[in-house]
């Protein structure tokens, strides 16, 4: 069972970025299927970008072009590069992973974008 932890998260200002890393353990990510989701305060969490395994990627219209999802297997990590950000990216970011019928998540980063 793979474990996952989330860092980077902080306050920037519109128009800034950031880089969200998330490291796994206990397992290889190679295996999975990664990905990032948001919850803002008051709303339902949402798919941010997600990464197959072969490097697919996939984004949610509100993020393309401003984010990039990548993943290193070589040091079992999943990246989310934030540039442009906006006052509504303002949320807990959780990485998940994802393999046939298991779904793991990790604790979240906030990220806060003042205006």
């Known amino acids: 069972q793979v474990q996952l932890v989330e860092s980077g998260g902080g306050l920037v200002q519109a128009g800034g970025s950031l880089r969200l890393s998330c490291a796994a353990s206990g397992d290889t990510i190679s295996f999975y299927a990664m990905g990032w989701y948001r919850q803002a305060d008051g709303k339902q969490r949402e798919l941010v970008a997600t990464i197959t395994r072969g490097g697919n990627t996939n984004y949610a219209d509100s993020v393309k072009g401003r984010f990039t999802i990548s993943r290193d297997n070589a040091k079992n990590t999943v990246y989310l590069q934030m540039s442009n950000l906006k006052p509504e990216d303002t949320a807990v970011y959780y990485c998940?992973?994802?393999?046939?019928?298991?779904?793991?998540w990790g604790q979240g980063t906030q990220v806060t974008v003042s205006s």
């Open positions: 998940y992973a994802s393999r046939v019928m298991s779904n793991y």
